[in-house]
């Protein structure tokens, strides 16, 4: 630096006073240069989700699906929306790939954050072989190949209707045992 810079710092600089130390002042380590190497056990899946030959399924008929064993009431609380929505996933305008990796990625971690209801938006089309059908029908297809989708269904007109599904999943192992504690203490 020569003079003439350090006097234009100095003078730019003459009214700054120092900051406070705080506690609420939150300094963030910088990232390394590495990333993280994950314990086996943390890896992730490899993505199962089918690719290719599709049939299309006609815009006129709703998607719905239940599991076995679960019954009809669970189903009809979720078509009209009395679940609170855990999260949502925008599927609007996507390639298929990019859907189909999306919807897997969002479906291991609502699992993994023991989400219950989840809402996912793919759009509708004017016709059978519109972009947002074919997505419509991949994701048919793709949420009965998870083993927690217990229910999903088209949502409310206020959530996007023919355009998103609600998806319901099965209780954590860890909600479980919570209810049970929690209705245990009640009958005592």
């Avoid at 380590?29 to 943390?42: L, N, Q």
């Avoid at 290719?52 to 239940?66: H, N, Q, S, V, W």
């Avoid at 990019?98 to 954050?113: G, I, L, N, Y």
């Amino acid at each position: 630096m020569n003079l003439d810079d350090e006097e234009l710092f100095r003078d730019a600089m003459g009214d700054v006073t120092p900051l406070k130390d705080s506690a609420s002042t939150l300094w963030l380590k910088s990232p390394s240069p590495k990333a993280p190497r994950r314990p086996e056990a943390e890896k992730e899946e490899e993505n199962f989700l089918t690719r290719g030959f599709l049939d299309i399924i006609p815009l006129a008929t709703p998607l719905e699906y239940k599991a076995d064993g679960i019954q009809q009431g669970v189903l009809d609380k979720l078509r009209k929306g009395e679940y609170k929505m855990d999260a949502s996933l925008n599927l609007l305008r996507q390639p298929v790939e990019t859907c189909r990796q999306a919807v897997f990625s969002f479906m291991q971690q609502a699992r993994k954050d023991g989400l219950r209801n989840l809402l996912i938006i793919h759009g509708k089309g004017r016709d059978n072989e519109s972009h947002a059908n074919i997505v419509r029908s991949y994701l048919a297809r793709w949420l009965r190949q998870f083993d927690d989708v217990q229910t999903f269904c088209i949502s409310q007109p206020q959530h996007g209707g023919a355009g998103a599904l609600y998806v319901g999943l099965r209780k954590t192992e860890k909600a479980r045992l919570d209810n049970r504690e929690r209705h245990a203490k009640r009958s005592r």
